[in-house]
């Protein structure tokens, strides 16, 4: 058993196979949908979601508040390990960190430390399977935390949207209402930047918004070896067409397909592209 033990939350999108084999403890998200509440990625599953979402004529909201999934899992690993280090979801983002604060108050004879990772997605994916696998060759915390946030310190996150308007009416993002209503008619690309989402870019078509991610891309590319996942909500044959366009244009060391789980697709909307990088 490592002395670490490495917990973060759905927003991570972390592929099943990785969590299982580092052993990266997960905080599902929550969704509200009809009186109903659903646990991210366990209760709901993408296509049942993106389904529901087009002909739906309410819509979900989310919630961050899910002291009850930190106190589950501290309780599972209370007297397991040394320590327990959460990443999570930027906290201008989402009210994840103060629902692990909550519940790591509960637990004050456990070694639990909360880093805000200030971005999402597999921008924050990449430095928590770093920071596990580094826990798994029996390092401590300290040393946990800094292969995470060297990580982090040079990863990338561009999300491109169909429409602003999923997140406009999520409150994610903060425009006047004259550039919101500019922004609403092009497909925008998103960032986060400081932890809040940030507009990068307006292209007109989907094509050249495809076009602009790649080149987004390429602007940040050094040396070494590229790791990289395209994101996708509902679109699968759009991201395999950017997946096959990354790997001939960059020939990354690692390229990964994760699709938005509901707590993100609720935000983003259907049709949503987005790559999270980082190069070693």
Known sequence: MPRVAVVTDSSALIPPETIRQYGIEIAPLHLLWD????????????????????????????????????????????????????????????????????????????????VDTRTSLMAMGFAVRAAAKSALQGTGKQAVIKVARDILAKAHLFVQLDTLEWLRRGGRINMSAAMMAKWLKVKPIMTIKDGKASPVARPLTRARAMNRLIELVRERLTDTPLHICVHHADAAEEAEMLKKRIIQAFHPAEILTRPFTPIIGAHTGPGTLGVAFHND
């Open 35 to 114: 009186g109903k509440i659903y646990r991210d990625g366990i209760d709901m599953q993408p296509d049942e979601f993106f389904k529901r979402l087009r002909k739906s004529p309410t819509l979900p909201t989310t919630s961050g508040a899910i002291q009850s999934e930190y106190v589950r899992i501290f309780e599972a690993l209370r007297g397991r390990v040394e320590s327990i280090v959460v990443f999570l979801l930027s906290q201008d983002l989402s009210a994840a960190y103060n629902s692990a604060m909550v519940a790591r108050d509960l637990f004050p004879e456990v070694d639990i430390e909360l």
